[in-house]
C-alpha cells in the first residue's frame, strides 16, 4: 500500500524522478526542449511555484513549493504526459518512469538553499561543466539575469540568496554529494534534528 505525500500548503519540496531501472529518460534536445514546454504548460494550470531545475540524461530534479495543494496533480500531468510523448517517439512497452515521483520535505530557509544549490550541481558533479550557469538544460544560468517570464520564480530565488555574488559564491562552495536528510514522522525531510 502506498502512503500518501507529506505535505501541506506552502511546504517546499526537493522532488525527483528517473528512467525506468536507470535507462535514459531525456535522450536528445528534442526531448528536453518538450520536457521543459510540458513543464511550462503544466506549471501554467496548476500554478506551483518552481524555485529551481534540472534536467539529466536519465533523470530530473526540481525545488518546488506546493504553494496550492496541487504536488501530486502537477507530477501526475507531468511524468504522464511525457510518457506518452517518450512511447510515442521510441516505441515499446512497459514504464517510462522508474515509479512515482519522490519528494522530500525541506525544513527551512538554509535547506531550501543547499536543495537549489544540489538541484543546480547535478552536471557539474557528473563532470559535464564546471559552472551552474553553464548548463542548457536546468534553472541555473536564469538567476540575476535581465528578467524573462519564464518557468522558475527567479525573484523568490534571488531575495532568498541576496544578490548574484552570495548565489554564485554558495553555490559553487556547495560540497555535497548528498542532501542532508533525517527521518522524522512525516518521512525523510532535508534538514537537521532540529
Not at 522532488?15 to 528534442?30: I, K, P, S, V
Request: proline share 3%.
Amino acid at each position: 500500500m502506498r502512503l500518501p505525500r507529506r505535505t501541506f500548503q506552502g511546504a517546499f519540496h526537493h522532488a525527483m524522478n528517473r528512467g525506468y531501472e536507470g535507462r535514459a529518460l531525456l535522450r536528445d534536445d528534442a526531448d528536453r526542449i518538450f520536457f521543459l514546454e510540458l513543464l511550462r504548460k503544466i506549471q501554467g494550470l496548476t500554478r506551483l511555484r518552481i524555485l529551481a531545475y534540472c534536467l539529466m540524461n536519465t533523470h530530473y530534479h526540481m525545488v518546488l513549493q506546493d504553494n496550492n495543494g496541487k504536488m501530486s496533480v502537477f507530477f501526475k500531468q507531468l511524468n504522464g504526459q511525457y510518457a506518452g510523448y517518450f512511447r510515442q517517439r521510441y516505441g515499446g512497452r512497459g514504464y517510462v518512469f522508474q515509479d512515482r515521483f519522490k519528494s522530500m520535505l525541506i525544513q527551512d530557509d538554509a535547506y531550501l538553499m543547499v536543495a537549489i544549490g544540489y538541484v543546480l550541481n547535478n552536471p557539474v558533479r557528473a563532470g559535464i561543466i564546471k559552472d551552474v550557469a553553464e548548463y542548457k538544460w536546468s534553472s541555473g544560468k536564469e538567476y540575476f539575469r535581465e528578467k524573462k517570464p519564464g518557468i522558475v520564480d527567479v525573484g523568490f530565488v534571488e531575495e532568498l540568496f541576496g544578490n548574484a555574488e552570495e548565489f554564485n559564491g554558495f553555490v559553487k562552495r556547495l560540497p555535497i554529494d548528498a542532501l542532508p536528510t533525517v527521518r522524522t514522522e512525516l518521512g525523510t525531510i532535508i534538514g537537521g534534528e532540529d
